[in-house]
Structure formats: structure tokens, C-alpha cells
């Protein structure tokens, strides 16, 4: 599962990334979620705050956690391209960085 097979989830988290960064960055909350469960962490949030009328300290503490969550995510993606771009190697067993599209993930 990739952030982009949800292009609204995608945004929303870009935007988090983007608008919250601190000098911690993802060091809390999702930092210890496998991924998987972490995106499932970050959609229930997403879901939440779209669908219930919740007070605006609950949303910005939602908001917070999903930005953290969404940052923890996006560093797993880029070590995993890294991952893959290592494992790749020619016939002669030299490393080939091939960059990774999002159609074959």
C-alpha cells in the first residue's frame, strides 16, 4: 500500500508534512507503528476529523498526530526506494541506481 493509491490521503499528508516540521519531526506517536499500521492510524484520523463535529483542540491535536504520522510514513517510503534501488544490481554485480516509479511499487 503507498500513500498514492489514496491521492486524497496523499495531499492531506503532504500538506501535514509540509506545514508542521518541527525540530523533532516524526520522533513520537507513529514513529513506533510498523507502516502499514501507522497508514491505517492516519486514515481512522483522517476519517474522524472529516466526519464528527469535534471542538478545534481536537482537531489540532488530531491534526498534530496525523502530521507526525504522516512524516513517520513518508521517511519509511524513502528508505524503502533506497532499499530497492540497493538491492538492484547488473549482471556483473555492480550497483545499479534505477529510480523507482511509483507504477511499479
Same mark, same amino acid.
Given at each position: 500500500?503507498?500513500?498514492?493509491?489514496? &491521492?486524497?490521503?496523499?495531499?492531506?499528508?503532504?500538506?501535514?508534512?509540509?506545514?508542521?516540521? /518541527?525540530? +523533532?519531526?516524526? =520522533? *513520537?506517536? /507513529?514513529?513506533?507503528? &510498523?507502516? =502499514?499500521?501507522? !497508514?491505517?492510524?492516519?486514515?481512522?484520523?483522517? +476519517?474522524?476529523?472529516?466526519?464528527?463535529?469535534?471542538?478545534?483542540? *481536537?482537531?489540532?491535536?488530531?491534526?498534530?498526530? /496525523?502530521?507526525? !504520522?504522516?512524516?513517520?510514513?513518508?521517511? %519509511?517510503?524513502?528508505?524503502?526506494?533506497?532499499?530497492?534501488?540497493?538491492? =538492484? %544490481?547488473?549482471?556483473?554485480?555492480?550497483?545499479? !541506481? %534505477?529510480?523507482?516509479?511509483?507504477?511499479?511499487?
Amino acid at each position: 500500500m503507498s500513500l498514492d493509491e489514496h &491521492p486524497s490521503l496523499a495531499l492531506r499528508c503532504s500538506l501535514m508534512s509540509k506545514l508542521v516540521q /518541527g525540530p +523533532s519531526g516524526a =520522533e *513520537t506517536v /507513529g514513529s513506533e507503528l &510498523p507502516f =502499514e499500521e501507522a !497508514i491505517k492510524r492516519l486514515e481512522s484520523i483522517v +476519517s474522524s476529523m472529516e466526519s464528527e463535529d469535534l471542538p478545534l483542540e *481536537t482537531l489540532l491535536s488530531r491534526y498534530e498526530e /496525523g502530521s507526525k !504520522i504522516a512524516q513517520h510514513c513518508q521517511k %519509511k517510503l524513502n528508505q524503502a526506494e533506497v532499499r530497492i534501488q540497493e538491492l =538492484e %544490481k547488473n549482471s556483473s554485480g555492480q550497483a545499479i !541506481i %534505477k529510480p523507482v516509479s511509483i507504477s511499479e511499487a
